[in-house]
Structure formats: structure tokens, C-alpha cells
């Protein structure tokens, strides 16, 4: 090894974050051990202890949150009769950002994914069908993403759904095919919200 241990296990610690290769792995540790003010790389130190300690999953609805529920489902602002259930905290935030949509969340944190051995008791679905036991939900909003298994996740929920009386609609299609919604900018996915269809009709 050519650099002290303690450079070397910081090397290996930025290379296991994505996107960073051995190289740049290399760069950024001996930025650190280098250039940055002490003061800035132990507030770095704590953010990192601090992410992982003081963060939880909302009992609720599964986003990440520092007080349990989480602020969304907190707020009493927001319409609580429609949900929508998407497969990742960072498909909730690319929603939000959109500023428009004012109902809560459901965050499966995953998908059905027969493939990998991921089953619907491996991700938060009881937890959505045990919320739905409880709370006055209108419609449910499936957006997950337009992959197939995000597809075949939506598919499943709805008929789990059916015969209750929750409107189940899907976001429409116009989202990049194979894509998430983070990668949707803001008009595409604010219209694919409005465009939702209906896939489960249980008011007729
Ligand atoms: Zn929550």
C-alpha cells in the first residue's frame, strides 16, 4: 500500500459510494486529509453518524424521518383520502418537487420481483393494506415506476384492492418507458399525475 492505513480505509469508504471509482475514490480522501478544515471534515463526520443513527422510517407511510411519522403524515394540511403508494424515498421526493400533489404517500421500498426472490411480504405492502383498514382513503394512486416489475407491483396491488370502495388509478403513460420518477422532469410527471387512469372501477 502506498498511503497510510487510516488514508487507505478512507479511499475504500469513498469507493464503496456510487459513482465514485478508485480514482476518484483516491482524490477525494486526500482532499480531505489534505485541504479540508478540520472543522468541515468532523461536521462531514457527523452527518454521516447522524444519517444513519437519528434516521428511521415513518412508521406510517415508510419515508425517511428524523421524528416518527414524518412530517407529511403529520401535516394536517394535506388531503388524507388519497395515497400514493411509489417504490422509493426518492420517487416521494421527485413528487414533491413537483409542488402540486398534496396527498399522502405510501413508500414500498421496493418492488415484486419474483427474479431477485422479492415477494409482496418483503416490501411495505401489508403495512399499505393494514393502513387502508384504518384511514378514510378514497383513491390510491399507484406510481411505481414504468419498468416492468414496477408494473407488475402496480398490477398486484390492484387487485388486491378490488371489491373495496378505493378508486385505484394508475399515473398515465408518457413517463420514459423503463424509467423512474426521478428521472421524469417536473411537467412530464406532474402530467402523468393528472393523466392517472382508472384501473379498478369500484364505484360502478
Ligand atoms: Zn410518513
Known sequence: MYYPDTIQKLIESFSKLPGIGPKSAERLALHVATKMK?????????GLISVKRDLMHCSVCGNLTDKNPCSICRDSHRDRSVIAVVEEIKDLIAME???????????????????????????????????????????????????????STALYIAKLLENTDIKVTRIARGLPVGGGLEYADEVTLLKALEGRREIINNNK
Open 97 to 151: 418537487k413537483m409542488r402540486e400533489y398534496r396527498g399522502l404517500y405510501h413508500v414500498l421500498n421496493g418492488v415484486i420481483s419474483p427474479m431477485n426472490g422479492i415477494g409482496p411480504q418483503d416490501i411495505n405492502i401489508p403495512s399499505l393494506l393494514e393502513r387502508l383498514k384504518n384511514e378514510e382513503v378514497k383513491e390510491i394512486i399507484l406510481a411505481t415506476n414504468t419498468t416492468i416489475e414496477g408494473e
Open 38 to 46: 478540520e472543522e468541515d471534515a468532523l461536521s462531514f463526520a457527523k
